[in-house]
């Protein structure tokens, strides 16, 4: 992120809906390259990110629908703040065209679990490789 600079301060501030109880944002699987860095900065990992919701008093939730495929170095410079990361669809294996399209859906979370860390969803394709 800051390879072209010697440090940088960035601050991601997500938005809130104020009509809805709850609001969500997705980080989903995409075959785009659009998001790829154009130079990398592997060692120093200057960099102090900061992500935030427009509300502190209203945290957003972000839907998590990548598995272990979302890498991003920041050192310790990483600050997250009334931001909470749903991610029962990393359950998920996109073996079928039904199960990737469920992964690119940012609007609903399909594996959901209760509190003891049961699943509570019938989908096939929910499926736990170890429980939580």
């Known amino acids: 992120m800051s390879a072209n600079f010697r440090d940088a301060t960035v601050t991601i501030v997500l ?9 969500y944002h997705a980080m989903v699987r ?7 860095p154009i130079r990398n900065d ?12 427009e509300d502190t008093t209203k945290p957003v939730t972000v839907r998590y629908k990548l598995r272990d ?3 991003f170095l920041v050192g310790g410079g990483l600050t997250i703040k009334y931001v909470n990361f749903d991610a029962g669809d990393s359950l998920m294996t996109p073996v079928s065209a039904t199960t990737r399209a469920r992964l690119a859906d940012p609007t609903t979370t399909y594996c959901q679990t209760d509190a003891a860390g049961n699943l509570l969803t019938t989908y096939a394709d929910c499926v736990f490789t170890r429980k939580p």
Do not use: H, M
């Open 15 to 23: 938005k809130n809906n104020p009509a809805a109880a709850t609001t």
């Open 30 to 36: 995409s075959n785009d390259g659009f998001y790829l």
């Open 42 to 53: 592997d060692w120093s990992q200057n960099v102090k990110l900061t992500i935030t919701s």
């Open 69 to 71: 495929t979302f890498k």
